[in-house]
């Protein structure tokens, strides 16, 4: 016999239902309430409708044929006002219907949050197509947008509001955007790259009211910035809409609760999708709801199923953003950390290992990999085979079969490779073999990649099939032979897990030597004494000669001794030391440098230690000009004699070389002072470099004037001597705490970006006070001369060890 | 025959660091290595000259400090594309003294 099955909400997830009953040839009258005006489409798919890419009509899962094919008695545009249990009956505004089965699919409602003028025209939530193209509407007015809700939902809104022309702020309540799916340091590189978008990114920002008073003309947060907003989106999350269940006194938790059969309290009511509690788990994601509607369906059957949460990973759909998130990623004891970071390229992979198991993986700039971490996370595969290469996924693991460009250069030319425009591989191989040999080309050409982004790596795949050896895929570089590991993990894990000896990094780190190599160990010791200046000691032996002997090198394996002059001052007094000590160890060359200082070269190693007594006798100290570190600061004369100085560059110059002398560097540092435009002192090319003008400096950073030939970049414009030292140690620390090793500045600012190096340094206050402090910190102990302490403690080391041809002439 | 002489200590030399003696044939660089290990060769990188005694030591080997050869402070080979070889010499360390062989050096000076 027929029976009569009433389903109220034609979402996803009772659409799913009514497929598989229809599929499988269930004997049911159907009755499909729905309050919205239509059917069943696909709500994923909002967003791209929102921003313009997709229209309703492509989002349509269940058109008016389909169900009429069905026999489906649609009542769309009609609220349920009543379930009544005892009759078995669902009371709807035009009547009511009969059923020997309910199936309860009422979905969720967004969460408002309550705050004055949370009513008012011009504020709406977003979770249908009616919320969507209310949105739309307000867009073509053009003007201002606030989003509140930086999660999946609320960033979606925001890209498509800003496509379609609006200024969009989002505000967020947390310290990162999408805390749930993301850790920060993906968190930042989304933020970045939407701000780098035009769309404005508030965290931590508590909203206190909406202001307005006809409609919504602005947003005012807690800690009184007030944003404009002639449309106001809430997306900060959802509830269960449970309303219906908690009348007919069904038992409903957060949602309603359902078994493992998807039945409720009442044997003849079902429920589905995000209205439901399962476990104590509400869902909100596509997957489980398919395999709960898979469940019900057989449930309604009479066949026997159980539905089994499984984990699901998130992939954002905001266009461009590359963005994979899934597992548990939270930092706690016994939680190992693999991670990947290019910022040249933005990139950013983690992943968490438990005990030999992937138990989280988050990705953003290249999610290529992600199904593949996604699978491991869910069998539980073991992963200590492989744990040297897992992060850079499948194609590193051998096997033919993982090797995803083999599986593309299998694909056939018809296969779809972009799914958000419909490009298939035939068409991306035709524009490569046409040209375009970029990533950017295909894209300009085909749209492949253009949209949600999430097929970037296929395409890049493609790309590499295609042009086999033209076609170079970035790849990670490590340190060194010793590790597998980059210079970026080295460092980040030197601070996250606090690693305060060369030992305790090979060990924590799994160096592959027992000692490292002399790549690896320079670079090591330098970020150890950077980042932990009290408790690390500095490692001579892990210096290359010219830092442990403190002069540099020459081929004939003498050293050249340069003595400092402070901002390229001397006097008579020192000229004479000078020369009295070029004389006395029989200097063959006596040079003056281009960064202004005298250089003694052909000193023989052994003198090393008298003739730096000798020097240090007449006030000269070490110039460090052989030192990953601050070697000179070059200057004009400035306004003591020069009748074009604007300020005392000369005495600047003094004052950033006092400050600065001594201190380790990720590679040399070199500095400028100039009076004037006229720039003679050279400022424009060096690391830092100072020009004075009359209304105070000019400071600019990461020139070059060596392989590379580089004008530096204006840092700020400030008006005082002290501003300018200010800003000139924080930057110097800034690149100190974050650069790789042998990177001069130039090479730190082009991956990290000019404008992530000013918000720290200029425009946060507090930051680069926290800077100075820290690089103060390490000057109370680097900053000593070593020559002095050498001719005091190590003289013996620069003397050979035996004369064995003086005894055998005895 | 073997005619073993004490040079100095072995806490004379640095670990994973080296010293020089001068010998009629040259300097010799006497390096001790992180374990304690003492190995003496030729401080005469065969590609430029370059003064061993000033390479980074790591393991068994030494990096030159000119251009970056490598060494093995075992055999004296030079390691990876790199071709070339660095005469050695006989060391030991006895208690905390380190011994070279003396007949060795004068052999070669001699020679």
Known sequence: ?810 | MTTWIDIGSLEDIPQRGARVVKTAMGCVAVFRTARDEVFALSDRCPHKGGPLSEGIVHGKSVTCPLHNWVFSLETGQAQGADEGLVPTYPARVEGSRILLDATQLARRSAA
């Open chain 1, 1 to 810: 016999m027929t029976q009569k099955l009433v389903v109220i909400g034609a979402g996803m997830a009772s659409g799913r239902v009514l497929e598989h009953l229809f599929e499988a040839g269930a004997d049911y009258d159907v009755t499909l309430f729905n309050a919205e005006p239509r059917g069943n489409y696909n709500r994923i798919m909002l967003s791209p409708v929102l921003s313009g890419d997709k229209t309703y009509e492509e989002i349509v899962t269940h058109d008016h044929a389909w169900y009429a094919a069905h026999g489906v008695a649609c009542r769309f545009s009609e609220h349920v006002v009543k379930i009544d249990r005892d009759r078995k009956i669902v009371v709807g505004e035009n009547g009511e219907v009969a059923y020997d089965k309910l199936l309860i699919a009422t979905g969720s409602a967004p969460f408002i949050i309550p705050v004055a003028g949370k009513d008012l025209p011009g504020v709406i939530s977003y979770r249908d197509l009616d919320d969507a193209n209310a949105m739309i509407g307000a867009a073509a007015m053009g003007g201002s947008a606030v989003v509140i809700g930086g999660g999946l939902l609320g960033l979606e809104a925001a890209a498509g509001l800003k496509n379609r022309g609006m200024d969009v702020t989002v505000i967020h309540l947390m310290g990162h955007l999408m805390e749930r799916q993301l850790d920060p340091s993906a968190g930042y590189l989304l933020q970045r790259e939407l701000e780098q978008r035009g769309i404005k990114v508030h965290c931590k920002g508590a909203t206190k009211a909406i202001l307005g008073h006809d409609r919504a003309e602005a947003v005012l947060l807690e800690d009184g910035t007030v944003y404009p907003a002639d449309l106001v989106v809430m997306a900060v999350g959802i509830r269960p809409e449970t309303r219906l269940a908690v009348d007919a006194h069904l038992e409903v938790a957060r949602g309603i609760v359902v078994s493992d059969q998807m039945v409720t309290s009442d044997p003849d009511v079902l429920a589905v999708g995000e209205c439901v509690e399962h476990d104590g788990q509400l869902f909100g994601l596509v997957a489980p709801l398919y395999d709960q509607a898979k469940v019900v369906a057989r449930t309604l059957q009479a066949e026997p199923a159980a539905f089994r949460p499984v984990q699901t990973a998130t992939k954002l759909k905001v266009t461009g953003c590359d963005l994979f998130s899934a597992g548990d990623f939270a930092e706690a004891e016994g939680r190992e950390d693999i991670v990947f970071r290019d910022p040249a390229r933005g990139l950013y992979k983690r992943l968490v290992i438990e005990r030999d198991r992937l138990i989280g993986a988050v990705m953003y700039g290249d999610t290529a990999d992600g199904n593949w971490f996604f699978g491991l996370i869910k069998d539980g595969t073991e992963i200590e085979a492989m744990r040297e290469t897992l992060i850079f996924g499948p194609a590193y693991q051998g096997g033919a079969a993982m090797d995803p460009t083999a599986a593309v250069a299998a694909l056939p030319a018809d296969a779809e490779i972009c799914g958000c425009n419909g490009v298939c591989k035939g068409r991306i191989v035709e524009a490569i073999t046409g040209g375009a040999t970029t990533l950017d080309a295909v894209r300009a050409q085909t749209k492949a990649s253009g949209s949600c982004g999430t097929c970037t790596g296929l395409v890049e795949q493609v790309l590499a099939v295609t042009l086999g050896d033209d076609f170079v895929m970035p790849a990670a570089k490590p340190v060194c032979a010793c590790t597998e590991l980059t210079h970026e993990d080295v460092r980040r894990m030197i601070k996250s897990q606090e690693l305060k000896s060369m030992a305790a990094v090979m060990q924590e780190l799994g160096w592959k030597t027992s000692c490292g190599c002399h790549v690896c160990r320079p670079a090591l010791n330098f970020y150890l004494l950077a980042d932990w200046p009290l408790d690390y000691q500095d490692d001579p032996q892990s210096r290359f000669v010219n830092e442990r002997k403190h002069a540099n090198i020459q081929k004939d394996g003498t050293f050249s001794v340069v003595p400092r002059m402070w901002g390229g001052l001397t006097n008579p007094r020192e000229l004479r030391a000078i020369a009295d000590a070029a004389e006395k160890y029989n200097v063959p060359t006596v040079k003056v440098t281009g960064g202004q200082r005298i250089d003694l070269l052909g000193v023989r190693g052994e003198d090393l230690p008298a003739i730096w007594a000798d020097l240090n006798r007449a006030g000269l100290v070490s110039g460090h000009a052989y030192s990953k570190g601050l070697r000179t600061v070059k200057t004009c004369v400035g306004t003591d004699h020069c009748r074009f100085g604007t300020q005392d560059s000369t005495g600047l110059g003094v004052k950033l070389e006092k400050a600065l002398w001594g201190s380790w560097t990720p590679h040399k540092v070199k500095l400028a002072v100039s009076g004037c435009p006229r720039n003679c002192a050279e400022a424009t090319c060096k690391d830092v470099g100072i020009v004075c003008v009359d209304s105070g400096y000019q400071i600019g950073v990461g020139g070059a004037a060596g392989m590379d030939v580089k004008e530096t970049e204006r840092l700020a414009d400030v008006k005082t001597e002290e501003e300018a030292i200010a800003l000139t140690i924080a930057f110097v620390q800034l690149y100190r705490e974050n650069a790789k090793y042998l990177d001069r500045p130039y090479k730190f600012i082009a991956k990290v970006g000019l404008d992530w190096v000013k918000a720290r340094v200029v425009d946060d206050v507090a930051n680069r006070a926290a800077l100075i402090e820290r690089f103060q910190l390490s000057q109370s102990v680097y900053q000593k001369d070593p020559w002095a302490e050498h001719v005091e403690t190590e003289r013996a080391r620069y003397v050979p060890l035996a004369n064995l041809m003086l005894e055998a002439a005895e």
